[in-house]
């Protein structure tokens, strides 16, 4: 059987390992891929996970006993991290971005999958540790970050619908009121999407007074499930009273400049 | 300055890249990264080049020229692709997916990002000599997988949306009619989001009759946008009139058999 050099073998593990974020792989499928002994296997992980740490590109995790192996989590500078909330208010504070009604047009952003991957692995580190079930969002500009999100953690994303569907089967419905415009709004879950008893974060776009997050909080109790972390790219801190406390956000948007701009700056969490 | 060995660098630049499909990035990136002249890095890049070659994981192309550089594209082997052909057949066949109607419930499938991972690795392999500028889909279910497929061909995603929303500007709206259903449906799409004469794939995640598709390629047509292709993960071949041709799929669908199951067999593409 063909043998590999050790430079062969990390560049496939570490192809392996990082598109399959927060997953438990076992040595033996690297093993067998290599035709290599475990010990040799374990040496090419230290290399890996050295480097990865060295550069904050990530970390390797080990998990002992039967079902055990190792798994690969992001990781970001707060160099980057920095870098990553100044870009966002650069962009976002083009004039030519709002729209009538003082919303700030940021769907490319929220479409663009270089910005969303950044955006995804800063949230996702605050949510590392939470051995949450699920990632939840709410139609349509937040889904491709909660993706994003959902799979940096491994786990599987849901996607609450503003209508329901005949293609999800029975689905539990709940009206909750928007935090700031006093509407009565629809949100809705197809009931085999969720296991009772789930531990869940809700990942979205943009957070103006928190009614959304708290018509999910509402939408999972119907699940006997809870949200244990919010997480918005955009926290509109506009609006002082928030429905909800604990939540994360990579900017903070505070309105409209004199000039016509919008006012937005990094967030501290 | 502080010099890495060729394991560290081998590491940290296939996580690199693998993080960026379709990116081309220039070898000074990682020259300035590693302190390392650019011969070394170009040794490096070969060694990885191979053993993705070789192992069917991916390829790296160097593009020469003032802002030339390497970009790194993925790959799926044939056996990979039959293999996830084969699984979502027996997933998808399992008797309690049948909802009222004879519809398939594949909600958790299109959310698992594990399995949207693989599906767009494959479906993005027809559509990688394209040149294209966007990934078109509309809400909801295929959002996972055009996003995920965008991010793989290196290009913006695109959401066509079935309302329109205060918060997107301007936008263009068309009806059209279900290829199946003969119900008028209505689509719409932000002035701002797509360049004039743009190419364009779509994605979805089922295919009935094509009214959907056919509907995006005259939306896009107010854009003076063209679709090049088309690629869904489920055919429903019941429907033997379709409304498009040149499509792709990884699985087709022909209706529930007497014992109470989808029948399902993977597409030859």
Redesign the interface.
């Known amino acids: 059987m063909e043998k590999?050099s050790?430079?062969?073998r990390?560049?496939?593990i570490?192809?392996?390992l990082?598109?399959?974020p927060n997953?438990i792989i076992n040595l033996n499928n690297f093993t067998e891929?290599f035709n290599a002994a475990k010990s040799t296997i374990s040496e090419d992980i230290v290399?890996?996970r050295?480097?990865?740490n060295?550069?904050k590109?990530?970390n390797i995790e080990t998990i002992s006993g039967a079902s055990g192996g190792i798994k690969y989590a992001c990781d970001v500078s707060e160099d980057d991290k920095n870098k990553l909330a100044r870009e966002l208010c650069f962009i976002l504070k083009e004039k030519d971005r709002i729209?009538p009604?003082n919303?700030i047009?940021m769907?490319?952003i929220m479409?663009?999958?270089?910005m969303?991957?950044k955006a995804a692995a800063v949230l996702s580190l605050s949510f590392n540790k939470l051995s949450i079930d699920y990632v939840v969002t709410v139609?349509?500009?937040g889904?491709?970050l909660a993706?994003?999100v959902?799979?940096m953690l491994?786990?599987?994303?849901?996607?609450v619908?503003r209508d329901s569907r005949?293609?999800?089967?029975p689905t539990v419905s709940i009206n909750y009121l928007s935090g700031s415009g006093k509407r009565i709004q629809n949100m809705s879950l197809?009931r085999?999407?969720m296991k009772r008893g789930s531990k869940c974060i809700f990942i979205d776009d943009f957070m103006k007074a928190g009614g959304t997050a708290l018509g999910i909080i509402d939408l999972l109790k119907e699940f006997d499930s809870e949200v244990l972390g919010i997480g918005v790219l955009v926290d509109n801190v506009e609006n002082k009273r928030k429905l909800v406390n604990n939540y994360i956000s990579i900017i903070k948007f505070n309105g409209i400049s004199d000039d016509g701009s919008a006012i937005l700056i990094p967030s501290e969490n």
């Not at 491994?154 to 996607?159: A, F, N, P």
């Not at 005949?166 to 089967?169: D, F, K, R």
């Open positions: 590999f050790r430079n062969q990390i560049a496939a570490t192809k392996i990082v598109e399959s997953k891929i290399i890996i050295d480097i990865l060295k550069l590109l990530g729209i009604g919303f047009y769907t490319d479409y663009n999958p270089v969303v991957h139609e349509t500009k889904i491709p993706y994003e959902a799979k491994g786990v599987q994303l849901i996607i619908r005949v293609t999800e089967g197809s085999r999407s």
